[in-house]
């Protein structure tokens, strides 16, 4: 081989060399294999949550309990045993049939479990630096932080249940947007340990509320979405102030629910994760007559509110 070439080669190959060489230092690195494992088991942990958040799903607008009673096939009634329900898994295995009567199982299930464990997931990833405490630097900051990531993945599993229940049923649930509520609460409480981040926190959940609570009064005020109200008399009747008169009506319950969940995740994200969800919501409130659209509406504030806490900078949580 020509000696220059072969020169010109191997100048090249050094920084490649070398940062196959660091990367391989930092695969190695404890700290780094034990972070894999932590947002793998978060992703386990996930897929099990989900698991019990489809009973939850299911069972809560029935006014049944959640922690009682045999998971059972809906078709055969049969008792489902361990093996039948694995997260997922077992879905997958049994080829979305029952063992026992054979009888199709909605993939409905597994796509929750899964959806659970992603959200679980993206939330270790992005709060990595919460959950992973080196033992020797063991510290205060570190339970505060651990205590923020559990009250986060709470707060996922709730908005989860009530968009799916919302889903089937055109109404969310109230107990939801009460424990939503109670997480920002506790996170407040977390300031007594953090007091150098409690003006940012606090300023910042208060100009979340205020956005959202813009956006609340906006959608009732400017949009006449009455239940029986045709496309066109609704975009009109944005013009005329007409929401108000309708709003407080019993039929319209479910419509003051989606608007009050909407102000807990402003008050409990704040600045400036509830600034895409308040607009966001703001246009849909205007553009679809709500009270067609409500199945749907809870499906679009949980998907936004997911995407601007994992694009948009920290604030509360
Ligand atoms: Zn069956």
Known sequence: MD????????DLSVPVIRMVQEAASIWSQPEFI?????IFYTGIFGLIIGSFLNVCIYRIPAGRNVAKGHSMCMDCGHNLGVLDLVPVFSWLF???KCRYCGSPIASRYAKIEGLTGLVFISMALLRSDWIFMPWYEFSTAHVVNMIKFLLLLVLGAVVIVTTMVQFDHGKGLKGAVLTVMGIGVLRFALLFFEQALAEKVLISSAMGVSMSGLAVLISVFFTGDTVAESAKAHRLSALRLRGFQSYFL???YAVRLSDALVLALGFVLGFPVALPVAVGYVLVRAIFIIDKSIRYIG???AAVTWLA????SRSVF
């Open 3 to 10: 000696k220059d070439l072969w020169g010109a080669m191997q």
């Open 94 to 96: 049994l080829r979305g």
């Open 309 to 312: 806490f994992a694009v948009l």
């Open 34 to 38: 034990i972070m894999l494992l932590i």
């Open 250 to 252: 019993p039929q319209r």
């Open 299 to 301: 499906l679009f504030t």
